[in-house]
């Protein structure tokens, strides 16, 4: 037998098969080619074939996170927005409408108004305080689904979304939910009736502001097949890396949503008192709109809040923010670290402006100690009185 040549060896090198030693996370497999034992195996479907479709780190991460979800089955997606505009395209199709709460995400508002549109799918947006049955009112033949927010983005409107879910099924209209803010620990969807869950799992199972990725998590086997045909069509894949890094953060999300809740209404009560606050916008806080439907749905509170401040021009809105220095500014949130924006500018592209008197300041409530952050906080408002 004529002995291999050293390109040949070099190839096969350390490729021997061998049982690896068991570690608390998954081995991180780095592969877009995924080998078979035998040529029938090659276009056996129930076999992984390519890398593209996950192995080790992504299979753990969706095994987990369906756990968290209280789902059949999770899929992953590169990240938060392409898991929300992954989802949506996964069930609708030319000639559908899509009902969306006026609170949505703006990049997903985008998504509804320039990508749809232009593949012939209506998106009609309703008041994110609507009643149920005020939103299955604009409900037509069309309609395939609703879209919800729960609390709305930047102004933490809190919607019914077991009623809503349950009038949508009795109509034959599906429901989606942005579920970031539960990051499916501190509210099940799935469990009140939403077919398909979603979060960005950027923000808090994350939770360190260094890695992109989304999830969407279904009940209904059909959904799940949905998703599917989605991330096959369409090619979304996430790294191994990155799995592996969300599983991390995974293992202490109770804990860091524990402390960034508990603190978020710390600070929430506190900023309640001080006169140069209106109101607080947080619905885990007695008294805040929303109160009442949070309190029965959920287990818990996210660290992501907003506050109206009194009337006040732009430049004392900006003197507020530039005197923090525990919060950084930025759009994010969800990670270990605090963070604050003028949420107005953001409200232009709404169906309905919000109809606040004071600018709206969104924080979002890292680890850092609570009584740091009323000091620094106090210190914004001192900037903000004394710029008009």
């Known amino acids: 037998m004529t002995a291999e040549h050293e390109a040949t060896r070099l190839i096969r090198a350390g490729n021997a098969r061998r049982e690896l030693p068991r570690t608390v996370g998954p081995p991180i497999q780095r592969g877009s080619t995924v080998l078979v034992d035998r040529a029938a195996d090659l276009y056996d479907e129930r076999k992984p074939t390519y890398g593209r479709a996950g192995l080790a780190a992504q299979e753990a991460l969706m095994s987990a996170l369906s ?46 108004d320039r990508v749809l549109a232009r593949f012939g799918v209506r998106t009609r947006y309703f008041a994110p305080d609507a009643a149920p049955d005020e939103v299955m ?50 509210f099940k969807p799935l ?17 360190h502001s260094d890695v992109f990725m989304g999830s969407a998590a279904a009940a209904a086997p059909a959904m ?21 890094l969300m599983l991390r953060g995974l293992r202490t999300l109770p804990t860091r949503m524990e402390r960034c809740g508990s603190s978020s209404l710390q600070l929430a009560a506190w900023l309640a008192q001080q006169p140069e606050v209106a109101r607080v916008l947080h619905p885990a806080l007695p008294g805040a709109p ?19 401040l009194r009337p006040a021009p732009g430049p004392a809105v900006d003197a507020f923010l530039d005197a923090l220095t525990h919060f950084g500014l930025g759009f994010s949130w969800g990670g270990f670290e605090s963070l604050a924006l003028n949420a107005d500018p953001q409200f232009e592209v709404r169906s309905r402006k919000p109809a606040f008197a004071g600018p709206i300041v969104r924080l979002n409530v890292g680890l850092e100690d609570p009584g740091d952050l009323i000091t620094d906080l106090r210190r914004g408002l001192d900037a903000f009185a004394g710029a008009h």
Not at 224 to 244: H, K, N, Q
Not at 290 to 308: K, M, N, P, Q, S
């Open 67 to 112: 756990e968290l979800e209280s789902a059949s089955a999770v899929r992953l997606f590169p990240s938060g927005l392409a898991a929300l505009t992954g989802a949506i395209l996964a069930v609708v199709q030319a000639g559908d409408e899509v009902l969306v709460t006026d609170a949505v995400y703006k990049p997903t508002r985008r998504f509804c």
């Open 137 to 186: 009112s604009l409900a037509s033949p069309a309609t395939r689904l609703v879209v919800l927010e729960s609390p709305g983005s930047l102004t933490f409107e809190m919607q019914d979304v077991p009623a809503i879910a349950r009038l949508a099924r009795h109509h034959g209209i599906l429901t989606l939910i942005d579920n970031t803010w539960g990051a499916g620990l501190i």
């Open 191 to 207: 469990a009140h009736g939403v077919d398909l869950s979603v979060q960005a799992l950027t923000k808090y199972v994350g939770g």
């Open 224 to 244: 799940v097949e949905a998703l599917d045909r989605a991330i096959l069509d369409f090619g979304w894949a996430v790294s191994p890396d990155e799995a592996y």
């Open 290 to 308: 929303g109160h009442d439907i949070w309190r029965r749905d959920y287990v818990g509170t996210a660290g992501l809040f907003a506050i109206e």
